[in-house]
DNA sequence: TATTGTTATACTCTATAACTATA
DNA sequence: TATAGTTATAGAGTATAACAATA
């Protein structure tokens, strides 16, 4: 899998940075941690967060898909690599014969297992260049903000 | 460009949430942001950097690489697509017969000048969720980390 | 020879549309 | 007929390796 994305990162702030553009650089941030690390282990970012999803549920493609908001035919296809790689695998329900259940196989946990404390250790990492009550704040202000945003989508429901 | 990825999400905080995850989905929250209003324009993410890069700008292919930390290839190819779509132009150096410059054309920058605000305003309305005093302490402790992030950076080299 | 850029090739990821099989 | 999933097809985006042109 020699195609696989390299790690990539983005400007560094460079004077003055406006709220929006440090929001904006901080996920650029964040996410080029995670493409680094996942792509050490020859993962892309939707390949973790498939094996993520999976670590406590075995949902069928039709459930993967609402999961992922990826297309039907997507989840085939991504299904089908990370089968090939043994990381996963199709599991046909007894219940309804057009059904397949999609469930990690013992490699796929493995490799979860060893990559998903790797990746809370480089976000950690980043936080952690902050004092402890800074990072604590920051903390706190995210936190405020996933919920307020949390509730704002259900609103708009 | 009818295979454009579609806007997508992610789970919502949910329960009890580590900083680290917290780090994490708030770096998808404001990733899909931008993608979504992207792709309105039927841009990308990598086609939207392209464009931010070149309104103050006109590097070679080279430089551009390293911008957007591409391989020089990757680059070729991403402003094909541009240059096909009308938004950017090659431009032979006349200082070096091997240099070729990439700039915006007048098309490009009216699109980044539209898509820009946009872009922006979407941003700000998610910290605009936040109560101005915690938006505030969120946004200086963004500056800070990401200050501190590039000073790492720069010592490592 | 070294550098700049393109091309050939291959693979992932994504979507739409058409299809098959089951309910 | 409706639903679940796959397949065919197309295109973006990425990389490596080989290449051509210029310095």
Redesign the pocket.
Known sequence: ??????P?SVPSPQGELSPVDGLVQLSFLIQNALARRAAEHDL?L??IRLLGVLRDREP???ELAKLLE????????????AERRGLVG?VPSRA?????LVRLTDEGRALASKVAPRLEADVAKILGLLPATASEALTSGISRLLIAHAGEQRASL
Chains 1, 2 share one sequence.
């Open positions: 899998m020699a195609s696989r994305s390299s990539r892309s939707i390949q069928n493609m039709n990826l297309d039907k035919s997507s989840v085939s296809g991504l299904i089908d690599r199709r309804d014969g057009r059904v397949v």
